[in-house]
């Protein structure tokens, strides 16, 4: 847990260090980076682009949660991850301010959900695992409800062409044309015979 929180600071220090955005100024916060406490006690510190949080930025809730990521028109979009009041932790992607897509959601108890996301819900494939690593359930989920069980989709390795396999001919020729003979020349044709 605390590795986890020196990588998230170290992760927010970088993306401030390295964006190459003017500090905000005054109210209307656009193209900027900067940061804003508000009056309920929330603070936000990242990028902004016409008055939203919007790009890469760090939100932490009064009540102990705390999001660091990507933002998209003030909404949670792209990879993220939230760390929730009980001590949960959430590292996947984001969609329109819920868990949508690959993400892994870790319990306080150690035990994990690793898989898609669909507005908030385990949703496709995924691999629920016990604190001790062992799979608890593996294969399809709808809104949270295991539906079947099943092994992992299938990798499949990219194919990747052979070369054709050289007759002797071919050998003879790839030689000839090494040894800097012109394909159609006397010498050439005397090489390949």
């Known amino acids: 847990m605390k590795k986890l929180l020196l990588i998230l600071c170290l992760f927010s220090m970088t993306a401030h260090a390295q964006s190459n955005l003017p500090p905000c100024s005054g109210d209307y916060r656009n193209n900027c ?4 406490d508000f009056p309920n006690g929330n603070k936000y510190i990242g990028q902004w682009k016409d008055g939203k949080y919007d790009g890469f930025g760090t939100f932490t809730f009064a009540s102990g949660e705390k999001y660091v990521g990507q933002w998209k028109y003030g909404k ?5 991850t939230n760390t929730y009041p009980r001590g949960e932790i959430y590292v996947g ?3 329109d301010d ?3 897509g690959q993400g892994t959601l870790t319990f306080t108890d150690g035990e994990k959900y690793v898989g898609q996301w669909k507005d908030e819900s385990y949703d496709g494939f ?4 016990y604190a001790n690593g062992s799979i608890k359930q593996q294969g399809l989920w709808r809104n949270d409800q295991f ?6 989709p299938a990798v ?4 990747v062409p052979r070369p054709p396999v050289n007759s002797a001919q071919d050998i003879k020729r790839q030689k000839c044309i090494r040894l800097g003979l012109a394909p159609g020349s006397a ?5 390949i015979n």
């Open 33 to 36: 980076f900067g940061a804003y």
């Open 76 to 80: 949670r979009s792209g990879q993220g």
């Open 93 to 95: 992607l984001f969609k």
């Open 98 to 100: 819920k868990r949508n």
């Open 126 to 129: 995924g691999t629920y695992y």
């Open 147 to 152: 539906i079947q069980a099943q092994t992992p």
């Open 156 to 159: 499949t390795p990219p194919v």
């Open 187 to 191: 010498d050439f044709q005397q090489c």
